[in-house]
C-alpha cells in the first residue's frame, strides 16, 4: 500500500523561504494533499494538487510534484510566525484506492 | 463555508463503556474518514466509508465498529471503551478534489 515519508523538524527565520518534502511510494495516486496543524486542533487543507500536474501556485504557497521520484515538496514564501505548525502531505487514490494515506508531519517552527 | 462538524471537542470516558463519535458533513461528500492521531505515531485510518453502507478497515480497526446510514453521518464507535484507546480522533470527508477535516474529539479513557 502507499507509504508517505517527510522530513521531521524543520526551522527558518521570518522573512525566509520554507520547504518541506514529502515522498511517496504509490506512483498512481491521483491526488496530493497539504494540510496545517496548529496545537489542539483539526487538520486545516492548504492545498492539493492532481497528479498530472508538475506545479501549483497560491498566494505565497507553491506546490511542486516530481511524479519520476515522487517527491513533492510545498514551498511558503516570506514565511511569518503564524506559520509555525506541523504539516501533513497526504496522498489519495491509487493502489490504496478510496484510503486518503498521511505522512507522519513536519514541524515548522518560525523563528523572529 | 464547507463543513465537517464533529459532536464533541473533548470527552471523558470510563473503561468498559460504549461510546459514540459522530461525524457529520455538508457537502455531499461520498468518501468519509476516520483516524486517530498519537504524539510520535501520526495520523492512523481506523476506517472508512465509501458510500452509505459501505466500509472498510483501514490500519488499525481492532476495538472500534463504525456506521454510515446516512450519506452526511460517519459514526466511530468504540464497543468497549479502553484506556489505550485514549486519543485525538479525526474525522475527514472528501468529494471529488478536496477533503476536509472537523476540529477534532480529544477523548480520555479512564
Known amino acids: 500500500g502507499e507509504d508517505v515519508e517527510q522530513s521531521l523538524f524543520l526551522s527558518v527565520r521570518e522573512g525566509d523561504s520554507s520547504v518541506i518534502n514529502c515522498t511517496y511510494t504509490d506512483s498512481s495516486s491521483t491526488y496530493l494533499y497539504w494540510y496545517k496543524q496548529e496545537p489542539g486542533a483539526g487538520l486545516q487543507l492548504l492545498t492539493y494538487?492532481?497528479?498530472?500536474?508538475d506545479m501549483k501556485q497560491d498566494q505565497r504557497l507553491t506546490v511542486l510534484l516530481n511524479k519520476k521520484d515522487k517527491h513533492l515538496s510545498l514551498r511558503i514564501a516570506d514565511t511569518q510566525t503564524g506559520d509555525s505548525a506541523i504539516y501533513f502531505c497526504a496522498g489519495y487514490g491509487g493502489d490504496s484506492s478510496y484510503k486518503l494515506i498521511f505522512g507522519s508531519g513536519t514541524r515548522l517552527l518560525v523563528r523572529p | 463555508d464547507v463543513k465537517v462538524t464533529q459532536s464533541s471537542r473533548y470527552l471523558v470516558k470510563r473503561t468498559g463503556e460504549k461510546v459514540f463519535l459522530e461525524c457529520v458533513q455538508d457537502m455531499d461528500h461520498e468518501n468519509m474518514f476516520w483516524y486517530r492521531q498519537d504524539p510520535g505515531l501520526g495520523l492512523r485510518l481506523i476506517y472508512f466509508?465509501?458510500?452509505?453502507?459501505?466500509?472498510e478497515k483501514g490500519d488499525i480497526p481492532e476495538g472500534y465498529s463504525v456506521s454510515r446510514e446516512k450519506k452526511e453521518r460517519f459514526s466511530l464507535i468504540l464497543e468497549s471503551a479502553s484506556t489505550n484507546q485514549t486519543s485525538m480522533y479525526l474525522c475527514a470527508s472528501r468529494g471529488v478534489t478536496e477533503a476536509f477535516f472537523g476540529q477534532g474529539t480529544r477523548l480520555t479513557v479512564v
Open positions: 494538487i492532481f497528479s498530472n500536474m
Open positions: 466509508s465509501y458510500d452509505v453502507k459501505m466500509k
